[in-house]
């Protein structure tokens, strides 16, 4: 089992603000993180995978980076818009396992 | 091409019922996965088969929960007699590589499952 911590737990912005948030997770025998953005009732959608220390990944407004010595990865989403609402999941595995781990999410709310 | 579905979306069973949950994968995709969340925790994997194989059912709560892919499509998941604490979203996912950690894991919407 590993320990995987979202934060903050909700997020409330303005529409045009920019906002990040993390995922920390124990970097012994790290291998992969997925970040997940859902939306209740929906189907989570995949954003990134991330594997290499350093790594940055980006999809429009959004991007990511991975920091796998101290265990953490960061999402960033610039100019926030309202259909940016949802419950971001990160969910990272390591190498001496086949499953990964689901974080409870940070939910973020634009408000227009 | 149409994603992965899940039916029911919605299931009310009372406490001592049998639930069948059933998952239809992305066409090709020969891994398939279970995964729960209980409300106000995190999604929790409970099982993955390549094919018609369960690979990996390490994350499966007790005996009273069955998961079958019988020629290797779609899959069922059946509780039987259902607690309340199975409660939940049940959540499936399917991936078309080698069922690895840095798979795209592709979901479904859920069936949100209440036992009273």
């Known amino acids: 089992i590993l320990n995987v911590e979202q934060s903050p737990q909700s997020l409330h912005v303005q529409e045009g603000d920019s906002t990040n948030f993390t995922c920390s997770f124990p970097s012994s025998n790290f291998y992969a993180l997925h970040w997940y953005r859902w939306e209740t009732a929906k189907s989570p959608e995949a954003l990134f995978v991330m594997t290499l220390n350093g790594d940055e990944k980006k999809k429009g407004r959004i991007s990511a980076t991975l920091n796998t010595k101290e265990g953490y990865s960061y999402?960033?989403?610039?100019?926030?818009?309202?259909?940016?609402?949802a419950t971001y999941l990160c969910a990272p595995g390591t190498w001496t396992g086949n499953q990964f781990y689901f974080g409870t999410g940070t939910s973020l709310t634009v408000i227009p | 091409e149409a994603g992965v579905t899940q039916f029911p979306s919605h299931s009310v069973i009372e406490k001592g019922q049998t639930v069948t949950l059933r998952c239809d994968p992305i066409s090709g995709h020969d891994n398939l996965y279970w995964y729960r969340r209980v409300m106000g925790k995190e999604i929790k994997f409970l099982l993955h088969f390549v094919k018609e194989s369960k690979q990996d059912?390490?994350?499966?709560?007790n005996n009273r929960f069955l998961a079958e892919r019988t020629g290797g499509?779609?899959?069922?998941l059946k509780v039987q007699p259902a607690e309340l604490e199975d409660s939940g979203v049940y959540f499936c996912a399917s991936s078309q590589?080698?069922?690895?950690?840095?798979?795209?894991?592709?979901?479904?919407?859920?069936?949100?499952?209440?036992v009273l």
């Open chain 1, 75 to 85: 999402l960033y989403i610039k100019g926030s818009q309202p259909e940016d609402s």
């Open chain 2, 73 to 76: 499509t779609y899959s069922t």
């Open chain 2, 97 to 114: 590589e080698s069922g690895g950690l840095t798979d795209t894991q592709y979901f479904g919407p859920g069936t949100r499952l209440t």
């Open chain 2, 57 to 61: 059912e390490s994350g499966m709560p």
